[in-house]
């Protein structure tokens, strides 16, 4: 999209506001996804297929019939091992700078495939794994767009904290914020910020909980930030990443 013209959100609405959880923990099937269909608002889960679910996928099926996303995470959640200090967790077998474009290809069709299985649905978006958004090394490093282009809907991508406009819409590329271990006093400011630009924020969120992930947002804060989307829903269009891509495609 090259026009500067304002988004246009449905029934009036001024901005919308994309929640993503990452990695397929149990707290987002046992209390996340219930909680959020109980306020009519749907989220996006990013699913990593090799660890997330394939030990218990009826829970994943369930928080797809609730109306949520089941966006692609990958299959084994490769990163770039760079620094190496810094991703000393990584396997290097899951080295993005060693994956060649076919490679990144079959794993991401392949997972697709794996929640085709759960959804039914054939139009999904992608999380890049650690906000990277490129392959390869030296002169054989390749940026991920036209790759999620041929494959996705859309893909949530750096990490840029930045709210989304017309002039900075790059659907293979969504710019987004992290909620993790952030207040919901320290949100809002950017959410009313969206309402103004009539913009659409994306936030990433990994557990929900002190314990359900390294990284997480505290239940009260996150609980906090749910019932301002229900109660603004006027205002704001809270949507899957798939939803809010689509309807923006169509309505250019």
Known sequence: MTSHTPFTWPDGQQCAVSLTYDDAIPVH??????????KGLTATFYICAHGGFTSNPAPWKQVAAQGHELGNHSLFHPCRREPEENYS?????????????????????????LLNQLDGETDRTFGNTCCHTSIGRGNKKKDLSELIDNMFVAARGPLTHEIVTPQTLSF???GHFSGDRKTFGEMQPDIERAINMKGWMILMFHGVGEGTHGHYIETEEHTKLLNYLEEKSKDIWT???????????NNP
């Open 29 to 38: 099937y046992e209390r996340v996804a219930p909680l959020l269909t109980e």
């Open 89 to 113: 967790w990584l396997s290097p077998h899951y080295d993005l700078c060693d994956y060649s474009s076919q490679r990144w290809t079959d794993e991401m069709r392949v997972a697709s495939c």
């Open 172 to 174: 293979p590329a969504l």
């Open 239 to 249: 949507a899957s990443l798939v939803k809010v891509a689509k309807h923006l495609k």
